[in-house]
């Protein structure tokens, strides 16, 4: 009889170790659907983040965000789908979101001072500039100062942030020509002038720097083409440029010759030139 409870109490013994082991199983499959799950989840947002339509984008975070309010990579996802879509002023909306949440940062800060930026918000995007710890050190930060203190007219501060942002980047040809878009509109045309070359030495796709070279040039009396290079239509726009700038200085002749050879020299029509120089030969 004791026998026989003997082997009643392993079977039991095996049988609960048996659900056990059965449970602990399903468990670990559990676990690893789940964890697969988030990887899927992770790719899918980066996909969206980087070759999916930004309005569709926008449509899929604005859904996710909806079901998991406290997530704030999600929230994070949305701002920078609005921001890619160009719908400036809600992308200010969901990085200001981002600030307020649990495991914000101060580079969530940059961006919601760079959405404030495009979105025409010059006075509270410096208000949370100047919420970043100076020790936050990036070349994003330091461009958005630069531009902000454009705007206020801080021309020695801007001149210090342009500066330390080209330090903190390997492709500094962008704020190069910020920065001499700054010294343009300040009238120092030399020193404008010397940054839009370095710009294009920089990166020789800028054609916005090529354009603001001729004019910080046209500034100074003159209308010679820079050595830089150009396609037949950039060199064609160049110098419709220059012609436009020539009127401005009310150089009537030379902005005519500078139109006809713009005509002349761009491989399709170019109605802006011919509209201009119609004008000009009219008045």
């Known amino acids: 009889m004791r026998q026989q409870f003997l082997i009643m109490s392993l079977v039991t013994c095996g049988l609960i170790l048996s659900a056990c082991a059965k449970e602990t199983e399903e468990e670990k499959v559990e676990k690893t659907f789940q964890e697969v799950n988030v990887i899927d989840e992770t790719n899918l947002n980066e996909v969206l983040l980087t070759a999916a339509d930004p309005n569709e984008a926008v449509t899929y975070f604005q859904g996710a965000a909806a079901k998991n309010p406290g997530r704030i990579d999600l929230q994070r996802g949305l701002a920078i789908s609005l921001a890619r879509a160009k719908r400036t002023t809600e ?43 100076p020790t936050f050190e990036t070349f994003k930060r330091y461009r958005l100062e630069a531009v902000v203190a454009d705007s206020n007219q801080d021309w020695k501060r801007a001149d210090q942030f342009y500066e330390t942002a080209i330090g903190l980047t390997t492709r500094p040809g962008g704020v190069m ?87 002349a020299t761009h491989p399709q029509h170019f109605e802006e030139a011919v509209r201009s120089l119609r004008a000009l030969e009219e008045a």
């Open 177 to 263: 020509n910020n920065w001499g878009y700054s010294k343009l509109t300040r009238g120092q045309y030399e020193e404008a002038e010397r940054l839009f070359a370095e710009a294009i030495r920089q990166d020789k796709s800028l054609f916005t720097a090529k354009n603001n070279l001729v004019l910080a040039r046209a500034a100074q009396g003159n209308y010679s083409m820079p050595v830089v290079p150009l396609t037949q239509a950039e060199r064609a726009m160049l110098l419709n440029t220059m012609g436009i700038s020539a009127v401005k200085q009310g150089d009537v002749t030379t902005a005519k010759n500078l139109f006809r050879e713009a005509i």
């Open 91 to 133: 992308a200010a909306a969901a990085w200001k979101k981002v600030t307020t949440m649990k495991g914000s940062a101060s580079v969530d800060r940059v961006e919601y001072a760079d959405a404030l930026v495009r979105a025409g918000n010059w006075t509270e995007a410096k208000k949370v500039l100047d919420s970043v710890p």
